[in-house]
């Protein structure tokens, strides 16, 4: 059963659920209506056999002869053991009725006050010819159930059975009737016992209205699902399997997207999961073709000077060349370098999350760390310069991408810097927004556009072609825009040098 499920869609497989809890409940509820039948007929037996133990202890006290003289006479004699009944009678070992009390109705001495002086003759004529039908329709259906009681095991304990006709449901206890140790006959009591053909009806009714009820709500339920779930969930589905096999077919996420419970917030996020997934291979492919774009000039270039080197015996012309080899090789070694630094990053980005950080302090140790390595080194100062007099200067962001984005920074700074000059940091805050800002004494943009310089493999500055791969201000940027803040470049105003704004929203 679990494999054949494993095909069903999620609607089949609600169906089929609720078939097999219906049919088990169907099954348990047969088993309760049959169940409670027996009960209720119990309760109306257990009465007919005190009523037949009364009247063998009555018949056994009186000492009354088993025939239909005897009988009839104890049957008006004794009429208040069978007010709760409608009928009992009386047969024979042969299976003959001899009395039944409803004949009693057709008797005068019902209706007198004494029976002594009623002639019994000419009364019991009359009874036999009033009552002839009755007797026929009985006596070979109660002979048969005799017999048959006769033969079977129930013979000498109470004998239970049911028949249901015009309407009616009538309930029958026949039991052998034994004086002085010997069989001398039968005596049957019979009950209409509608109530109890009311009471399961109105169970079987009750099963039936509860069962259309069910079955009305599965279906409400299994519309609504479908409608409002599974066919949405469909639809998510044939977007992935649209995606995945790059399909030109029109999808309705768009239709999904303004739902405004979950799944239009799954649809959502999937769609906008999509197009970032797209866009980072689409910036992928493109960062690889840019890659082996770069790579493919040094490469060039190695080749050329290794065929000259190996021709030339000039050694200018070969020292040259030797430094062209190694300006090359430092160059590849860069990129690849920054290359794989950058996918490093794009990864762990993705796992870190963002938090309220002040960012005096983190900009404080760098310039600390820069300092303690380049005051030494190249007797370049880096000043820190801030407008809010030791207050928090808060944003959300991530402290490490913080302090990877200035030292980035400053290394550019550095490194187009002469010896002994100044960089300043400038840390401030204004309305809802944090500048931080980086000025050098540098060569300054030859550009006119400076926005150029944060394209990837951007690089337009031969003095240095071995130390710079291009990627550093890109991989800044983007930080950037990690963060929700903005970074321009442009020429110092002051005069030489470089200044590179970027500004944060604060938090």
């Known amino acids: 059963m679990g494999s054949i499920l494993k095909n069903f869609s999620i609607l089949k497989k609600f169906l089929f659920v609720n078939l097999i809890i219906f049919i088990v409940i169907g099954i348990l509820t047969i088993v309760y209506l049959n169940f409670s039948k027996p009960n209720l007929i119990y309760k109306k037996t257990s009465n007919h056999i005190a009523v037949i133990n009364n009247t063998t202890d009555h018949i056994k006290r009186l000492k009354i002869n088993f025939n239909k003289e005897d009988l009839r006479r104890f049957l008006f004699s004794t009429g208040f053991l069978f007010q709760s009944l409608d009928r009992v009678i009386f047969l024979d070992t042969e299976y003959n009725v001899i009395a039944d009390t409803d004949t009693l109705d057709l ?21 036999e010819k009033a009552s002839s039908n009755n007797k026929k329709n009985v006596q070979k259906n109660l002979s048969d159930i005799t017999r048959d009681y006769f033969n079977s095991k129930e013979y000498g304990k109470p004998f239970t059975y049911t028949e249901e006709y015009y309407d009616q449901f009538i309930l029958n206890t026949l039991k052998n009737f034994i004086i002085s140790d010997e069989n001398v006959g039968y005596i049957l009591v019979a009950e209409r016992a509608n109530d109890i053909k009311t009471a399961i009806d109105e169970r079987k009714n009750f099963v039936i209205r509860t069962a259309i009820l069910v079955t009305l709500v599965i279906f409400v339920f299994s519309f609504v699902l479908n409608r409002y779930f599974l066919k949405p969930i469909k639809n998510l589905v044939d977007y992935t399997k649209i995606i995945k096999d790059k399909s030109e077919k029109k999808t309705n996420i768009q239709n999904l997207k303004k739902r405004g419970d979950e799944l239009g917030v799954l649809s959502s996020s999937l769609d906008d ?25 040094p490469l060039a270039s190695l080749k050329s000077a290794s065929e000259i080197i190996s021709e030339t015996d000039d050694k200018n012309q070969r020292d040259k060349l030797v430094k062209i080899l190694s300006h090359d090789v430092e160059r590849i070694e860069r990129l690849i370098t920054d290359y794989s630094q950058m996918l490093k990053d794009e990864v762990a980005i993705t796992k870190e999350q963002m938090k309220k950080i002040d960012l005096r302090p983190i900009v404080t140790s760098v310039v600390d760390d820069f300092n303690s390595i380049y005051m030494n080194k190249r007797g370049i100062k880096i000043s820190l ?85 291009g990627l550093g201000l890109n991989i800044v940027k983007n930080l950037i825009d990690l963060h929700g803040g903005t970074i321009s470049a442009s020429n110092n105003n002051r005069g030489k040098g470089a200044k590179i704004e970027i500004i944060f929203p604060s938090a």
């Open 107 to 127: 008797d005068p001495r019902s209706f007198s006050q004494r029976t002594d002086q009623i002639e019994f003759d000419n009364i019991n004529t009359d009874i």
């Open 273 to 297: 999961m999509t197009h970032e997934l797209q866009k980072r291979a689409d910036s992928a492919e493109n960062f690889s073709t840019d890659l082996v774009h770069e790579i493919r000039n």
């Open 385 to 469: 310069n801030s407008n809010q007099n030791g207050n928090k200067i808060e944003i959300m962001g991530i402290e490490n991408r913080i302090e990877q984005i200035l030292a980035n920074l400053l290394e550019n700074s550095i490194s187009f810097s002469e010896d002994n000059k100044k960089i300043i940091v400038k840390l401030s805050k204004k309305n809802n927004s944090v500048m931080l800002d980086v000025l050098d004494e540098g060569s300054g943009f030859k550009e006119n556009d400076t926005k150029k310089i944060f394209k990837r493999f951007y690089s337009n500055r031969p003095g240095k072609f071995g130390e710079h791969s």
